[in-house]
Nanobody
Framework: VQLQASGGGLVQAGGSLRLSCAAS????????MAWFRRAPGKEREFVSS????????SYADSVKGRFTISRDNVRNMMNLQMDSLKVEDTATYYC???????????WGKGTLVTVSS
C-alpha cells in the first residue's frame, strides 16, 4: 500500500486547509486510517483517526472541534479539513493506515502545513 498526502501550504492563523491522502496498491482490507503530525523539534503526535466504515472517529484534544476527518473508500481517499488554524498547528502532517492488527504499517511522506500569525 502506498499513501500520498497532499494539500499542505502556508495559511494565516484562523484560516483553513484541506489535506488529502490517496491510497494505492493493495488497498483491499485497509482498516483504520489516521493523521499524525510532527512539529519542528517535537515528537510525532496523533491528530485524528477514522474507522474503516467512517463511523468512528477520534481526535487529539488540541484539534477537537477544529479539524474534521473523513474518508471515501470508493476512491481510496482520506481527508482532513482543518479550520481555525493556529500557529501551533504548524507541522508536517503524515497519513497512516493499517490492515489487521493495531500497528499503522503504511505511512505517507508527509505534507507541510505552516500557519503564520
Amino acid at each position: 500500500v502506498q499513501l500520498q498526502a497532499s494539500g499542505g501550504g502556508l495559511v494565516q492563523a484562523g484560516g483553513s486547509l484541506r489535506l488529502s491522502c490517496a491510497a494505492s496498491g493493495r488497498t483491499l482490507g485497509l482498516d483504520e486510517m489516521a493523521w499524525f503530525r510532527r512539529a519542528p523539534g517535537k515528537e510525532r503526535e496523533f491528530v485524528s483517526s477514522i474507522s474503516r466504515s467512517g463511523g468512528t472517529t477520534s481526535y487529539a484534544d488540541s484539534v477537537k472541534g477544529r479539524f474534521t476527518i473523513s474518508r471515501d473508500n470508493v476512491r481510496n481517499m482520506m481527508n482532513l479539513q482543518m479550520d481555525s488554524l493556529k500557529v501551533e498547528d504548524t507541522a508536517t502532517y503524515y497519513c497512516a493506515a493499517r490492515k489487521a492488527g493495531p500497528t499503522y504499517r503504511y505511512w505517507g511522506k508527509g505534507t507541510l502545513v505552516t500557519v503564520s500569525s
